[in-house]
């Protein structure tokens, strides 16, 4: 049974500092992995999304990375902002487009 | 392109007492969901909708839990009666269909104290 872990759990940073959070998942066989950021009292956006084929996705600050056979993924956010305060969840599919999540990162950056 | 619906935004109800929630997904997105999350913890699948039938509800408390589809637009999640381990965030998700890679729009979910 897949199981998906992130780590840490919460995280508070200076701003302007380059961040990594971790996203570990117990079974290798996934199609692509994603990551969504959640604000308080919202639903989810997602953020990236990388193919089980790719290494790497960029989306402006932000870099996700992938290494199947190690089960784990990492979240690169650079130069961090207070505005990228949120919870990060990592999610990979199963049964063809259901999500297992992770327990999420809860980030603050303070000024 | 508007976004996923969900209402209400909160609800505050006893034990034992009844609560539904309505969604109502992107428009031509034929694939509805409904997540339970528990505060601290991940989104977990409680129901899946492919135009209005059920295509997975193996997570779904059946003893308190039902949701329905019909027409195959809005959606509506039901408990009766509630307990205090209830008490979670009910996100409603759709996408254009079923596939590795499709994308999903959530909405902002519906917050539920049960007291």
């Known amino acids: 049974k897949q199981e998906v872990t992130q780590i840490p759990a919460a995280l508070s940073v200076p701003e302007g500092e380059n961040l990594v959070l971790n996203c570990s998942f117990t079974?290798?066989?996934?199609?692509?992995l994603q990551w969504f950021r959640q604000d308080p009292g919202k639903g989810l956006t997602s953020l990236l999304l990388?193919?089980?084929?790719?290494r790497e996705q960029t989306s402006g600050r932000l870099n996700a990375s992938l290494d199947k056979s190690s089960g784990r993924s990492t979240l690169y956010i650079a130069a961090s902002q207070p505005g990228d305060s949120a919870t990060y969840l990592c999610?990979?599919?199963?049964?063809?487009?259901?999500?297992?999540f992770g327990t999420g990162t809860r980030l603050q950056v303070f000024p | 392109e508007a976004g996923v619906a969900q209402s209400p935004r909160y609800k505050i109800i006893e034990k034992r007492q009844s609560v539904a929630f309505w969604c109502n997904p992107i428009?031509?997105?034929?694939?509805l969901y409904w997540y339970q999350q528990i505060l601290g913890q991940g989104p977990k699948l409680l129901i899946q909708?492919?135009?209005?039938?059920?295509v997975d509800d193996s997570q779904l408390p059946k003893d308190r839990f039902s949701a329905e589809r019909l027409k195959g637009v809005d959606s509506t999640l039901k408990i009766q009666p509630a307990k205090l381990e209830d008490s979670a965030v009910y996100l409603c998700?759709?996408?254009?269909?079923?596939?590795w890679g499709v994308g999903y729009t959530f909405g902002s979910g519906t917050r539920l104290t049960v007291v």
């Open positions: 909708f492919q135009n209005n039938g059920v």
């Open positions: 079974d290798s066989a996934i199609y692509n």
């Open positions: 998700a759709s996408s254009l269909g079923r596939g």
């Open positions: 999610a990979v599919p199963y049964n063809t487009d259901k999500l297992i």
């Open positions: 990388i193919q089980s084929s790719q």
């Open positions: 428009s031509g997105h034929a694939t």
